[in-house]
């Protein structure tokens, strides 16, 4: 081991993450003998993840405005009163597409997930996991239960099993309905992290995510044509290509791009362009959404290469901490608007033009979340991680009978 490999892996030297919820110590990256780290100068690491948190916050706004501008005719019919020719002529075959910006959350959290759970105990991925979802989550079902139980709203009256059973964020399995539709990308999610502790709790490693990486694509491609529901429902096959190629792009970030990472992304690729086009049982509902094949392939090709970009370094000028602050946002964004957003659409699309009342609301949505991720999601977060911290794991072992 040479002199700069020895201060690679023995400097205790970190730098603070922002990856939405609280700040998070994340290790700067360190690589075995063999393999060359990329290293870019002063601020590398938060550079590319500042870069990440300004896409995650796109992707984010597209999936709002494609709720509000770009659902299926039926749906806006229930949310504006009227066709969607009347209300956005022009702009609903644009912003349907934003469906996909829950394919680019994905590809970022790979990517993200496989950082901050290097160097990790299982009790601290477990902690850092459980305290990213749980509290913002819980705070979005109470707002939507307010809202959907009070107000007159395109949501229906839901019997409060439903919201008993979204709680859990085990409403999938369950076989419930989510209270906000929206909700449906938390159980990959959760799936994703359940796996990956399996990774963390040997020791997360170039080798160990290689090898998850491919033992998830394969387990994605088989599960659903050897018709095994259960495999199924853990390995999330239309979802799976998305995390897989984040994983993979982060080992490019930490170490360097090698044949074998891009083998694994192009595979990713394919497997997601796969589920994506498929006449049924994948990506799309071709029934409600209809759009060119081309305009698919297109914007799923520029999710892959945008994260690509940052992976190789090529948006470490990027230094705003907007971009950050933007990123804390995100969740609360997501978890917050349609359910709010499309109640206010709904009471007042037939008395303010459209364009304006979406403008006004997605502003206010955005200045919402922030707040509640401020005043409410952080202190909750910070409170319950304190807690789980000094908690023990597991009942106290009795001592043994003489």
């Known amino acids: ?65 494609f709720h509000f501008v770009g659902q299926t005719p039926e749906a806006m019919r229930g949310i504006w009163g009227r066709p969607y020719q009347s209300v956005f002529p022009e702009l ?5 597409f934003g469906r996909l910006g829950v394919d680019l959350f994905f590809l970022i959290s790979g990517f993200v997930i496989c950082m901050s759970a290097w160097g990790r105990t299982p009790r601290d991925f477990f902690i850092s996991r459980v ?23 395109p949501f229906g009256n839901p019997h409060p099993r439903i919201l008993l059973a979204n709680f859990t964020m085990l409403q999938t399995p369950l076989g419930v309905p989510s209270l906000d539709p929206v909700y449906w990308t938390l159980w990959p999610e959760l799936c994703f992290y359940l796996t990956f502790a399996v990774v963390v709790w040997k020791g997360v490693s170039y080798q160990r995510v290689v090898i998850f990486c491919g033992v998830w694509t394969l387990a994605a491609v088989l599960a659903p044509s050897a018709h ?18 984040g994983m993979a792009f982060h ?17 990713s690729w394919l497997l997601a ?3 994506l086009l498929a ?5 799309n509902n071709w029934e409600t959404w209809s759009p060119g094949r081309g305009w698919l392939v297109l914007v799923a090709t520029v999710f892959f290469l945008a994260v690509g970009a940052i992976a190789l370094g090529w948006t470490r000028r990027l230094r705003w901490r907007g971009l950050t602050v933007m990123g804390t946002m995100t969740f609360p964004l997501y978890l917050l608007h349609d359910t709010l957003g499309l109640t206010v659409a709904h009471h007042f699309g037939d008395r303010v033009d459209p364009l304006l009342l979406v403008g006004v609301t997605v502003a206010a949505l955005v200045v919402l ?34």
């Open 273 to 275: 362009l796969h589920f």
């Open 1 to 65: 081991m040479t002199q700069t490999d020895r201060r690679a892996s023995a400097g205790a030297a970190t730098r603070p993450r922002n990856e939405g919820a609280v700040t998070e110590e994340v290790l700067v990256p360190q690589a075995p003998p063999e393999a060359r780290v990329i290293v870019a100068g002063k601020g590398t690491g938060r550079d590319r993840l500042a870069a990440l948190d300004g896409l995650r916050f796109l992707a984010a706004l597209s999936v709002v405005l």
């Open 92 to 96: 609903h075959g644009y912003f349907a």
């Open 279 to 283: 006449p049924t049982g994948g990506r």
């Open 369 to 402: 979340s922030y707040l509640v991720h401020r005043f409410v999601e952080r202190p909750m977060v910070l409170t319950m991680r304190r807690s789980l911290k000094s908690a023990a794991f597991g009942p106290p072992t009795p001592a043994r009978r003489r």
């Open 251 to 267: 080992l490019m970030y930490r170490y360097r791009p090698t044949p074998l990472l891009w083998g694994i992304v192009v595979m």
């Open 131 to 153: 305290t990213r979802l749980y509290p913002m989550y819980w705070i979005a079902i109470a707002v939507s239960a307010c809202v959907v139980y009070v107000a007159d709203t």
């Open 228 to 245: 095994l529901p259960l495999l199924t429902l853990v390995v999330n096959p239309a979802s799976a290509p998305y995390f897989i190629a």
